[in-house]
């Protein structure tokens, strides 16, 4: 028998994806940040092993269905509906305020606008899987600031739909009336179904009897069905997929019974989520970012402290302390996945150029390398803060 030719490529990203995983796992760095390393070494510009980058561009668009299913998963309704004004006026100020520091920059540039608010919406977004990485890894998913960043970055996955429709109107794209009736029909539909789990908390999955629950290959395929099932009826409503896996993870939360989806799916998860992050890792250019370190090392940290002050600033004037607002908003800091997205959008709307587009990436990647030492840079720095308001005010 002859070797399968993907066999090589295959056991080369296993053994690049293990190899750089123990070194950030010594280091104490998230999973995430590994895969990407990984992708950057495996991608053209180091090593070349892997050369179908559409398959792999592929499995890492179920990667990040099954990250949003997750999520979905980790989010209590009513303690969502309960933290409302931090989800909804944060998220809309950080973009917000985003989106208008670019377009001042842009402004003495003279940038077009649909180039303005697509880097303002690229710069806007944070990284979920980091910073779910990052809180569960401390045991701080639970806590004040560990609440606030969450529900940030659930608002912010959910507003990347209307982002992408803001950019392809803004490009010129026309949105025909029937996909737009889909759109309207498809998100009345899921806020429904959100509105029946917040007031329906102790409902029943009609789909999962006795028999999926006590076999495990059962559990293994009824918990991909809710997965890619509703993921599969949101895309055919023309809205994103991973926005209706993310309500099917709020679906299984609120279900009581179905807590063992999260054991079923979890080894899938970690391999898509992989897979996304190695694809990403090697859409990077190095021989760009060598040639351009200056400028992309710039841009990054200029992000990182522009973010945190513009997230740190919200969470204050939401009512937080200052120490909490500095820390969660350097746990913000950094720029994220779904940024990738956009910037792709971009590209392909002619908004930004091939180079731009390299160079956004490279910003991107190099703010999610520098997140986990920048947040824990900041947050010794909140912690002082903290320190010092006790001190002044009493224990």
Known sequence: M???????????????????????????????????????????SVLGMISDQQILDRLGQFGVVMLMFFIGMEVSPQKMVSKWQVALLG??????????????????FDWPLVLCVLLGFIVSLSSTAVVLNLLQARNELDTTHGQNALNVLLAQDIAVIPMLIIISMLSGEQISSGEMMLQMVGGAMLIGLCTWIVIRPDFRIPLIGKAVKKDHEFQVFGAL???????????????????????????????????????????FKTVF??????????????????????????????????????????????????????????????????SFILAAVGVSSAVISQADYQLAVAVIVVSLLASPFFIAHMRKYASCSQGETQSINGP
């Open 273 to 338: 989520v992989a897979l996304f992050f190695v694809s990403v890792g090697m859409l990077v250019d190095v021989g760009f970012i060598v040639e351009n370190w200056g400028k992309v090392v710039l841009l990054a940290l200029i992000v990182l402290i522009l973010n945190t002050a513009i997230n740190a600033s919200v969470f204050r004037l939401l009512g937080e302390s200052w120490g909490d607002s500095v820390y969660t908003g350097s746990i913000l800091a950094q720029i994220g996945e779904f």
């Open 91 to 108: 998220t809309c100020l950080q973009i917000g305020v985003s989106t208008s520091l670019i377009a001042l920059i842009g402004y003495f």
């Open 225 to 267: 069905l809710l997965c890619f099932g509703l993921a599969l009826i949101t895309g055919l409503f023309s809205l994103s997929s991973a926005l209706g896996a993310f309500v099917a993870g709020m679906v299984v939360s609120a279900a009581k019974e179905a807590k063992w989806v999260h054991q079923s799916l979890e080894p």
């Open 2 to 44: 002859h070797m399968d030719p993907i066999m090589p490529a295959l056991v080369a990203s296993i053994v690049a994806i293990l190899a750089v995983g123990l070194v950030f796992h010594a280091l104490r760095q998230p999973n995430v940040i590994a895969y990407l390393v990984a992708g950057i070494f495996l991608g053209p």
